[in-house]
């Protein structure tokens, strides 16, 4: 064996023996990456509910509001991304780390019931999922006999939804929902989209209480697709919101508006 031979074997070894464990430290740190990226980096909805006008109500026993929860036209609630196992190169990475052992495995994401259910809000309120002759709402409920304004907010992430047509295709959207507009839609690059604002009726339930000051609802919904996944100008959201001011009681029709908006514009086909 020439002294050229074994210098070719030499450097051959050196790049497998230190090739190897480098492969294995970059590749987790990628996976890694993508498994704990930021919410805002995934399929991503702020849901925000504010009911104004009841502060300083003098009310007798149990109130109760309730407002539209996110869920398909049909009433279905969303789906939570599955908690990933780590892959190989992440064992061994997070074993030579040391991580602590409830980030050895992906991110963990709350389902409707952990993100809506039971929650406590200022003011004295308590959340609830009720179903209601109207399908499933969120509830506020609260023993106070003066009453305080509403403020509730929540960030859930879904494993998909669709931002093109999310009233037919299965995408979160303020529930329950009657009565949808016309839907008609125009090309978006290889796409489609909503032509203008639908709009659909819903409901918001106020108990009896003694009457006073009209009461504020503002429940808005702001729904985002993964950037990681979709070509830049297919990002973007849809909007659903309710503006809605009432004096009555029990359930009462509130209107729901859906917008949509894309952060750069794509080419019709």
């Known amino acids: 064996m020439t002294k050229k031979d074994r210098y070719f074997i030499a450097l051959f070894l050196i790049l497998v023996v230190g090739g190897i464990p480098m492969s294995i430290i970059l590749h987790s740190i990628y996976m890694d990456s993508i498994d704990w990226r930021d919410r805002g980096q995934r399929y991503n909805c702020i849901y925000d509910v504010n009911v104004g006008g009841l502060s300083g109500r ?74 209601t002759e109207k399908g ?11 009453l305080q304004d509403i403020s509730f907010s929540a960030n859930f992430v879904a494993d998909y ?64 697709n993964d950037p990681g996944e979709w070509p830049r100008e297919y990002r973007g959201q849809y909007l659903n919101e309710i503006k809605e001011t009432t004096s009555g009681t029990g359930f009462l029709k509130a209107k729901v508006t859906l917008g949509q908006e894309f952060y750069f514009m794509a080419i019709p086909e």
């Open 58 to 131: 003098d009310v007798l026993g149990p109130t109760v509001i309730m407002v539209p929860i996110p869920a398909t036209k049909e009433g279905k609630f969303f789906t939570p991304p599955a908690q990933k196992n780590p892959c190989f190169t992440q064992e061994i990475m997070h074993e030579i780390d040391n991580w602590p052992e409830q980030y050895r495995k992906g991110p963990y994401f709350e389902n409707a019931t952990e993100t809506f259910d039971n929650k406590t809000t200022p003011g004295g309120w308590t959340t609830f999922i009720a179903e």
């Open 161 to 224: 939804f669709d931002i093109f047509d999310p009233i037919s295709n299965g995408s979160p959207i303020l529930f329950p929902v009657e009565n949808i507009s016309n839907i008609s839609v125009i090309p978006y690059g290889e796409y489609t989209r909503y032509d203008s604002n639908p709009t659909y009726d819903s409901y918001v339930y106020v108990s009896e209480c003694r009457q006073g000051a009209p009461i504020y609802f503002h429940i808005r919904l702001e729904a985002n």
């Open 136 to 146: 499933y709402m969120l509830g506020f409920r609260t023993n106070e006999s003066r």
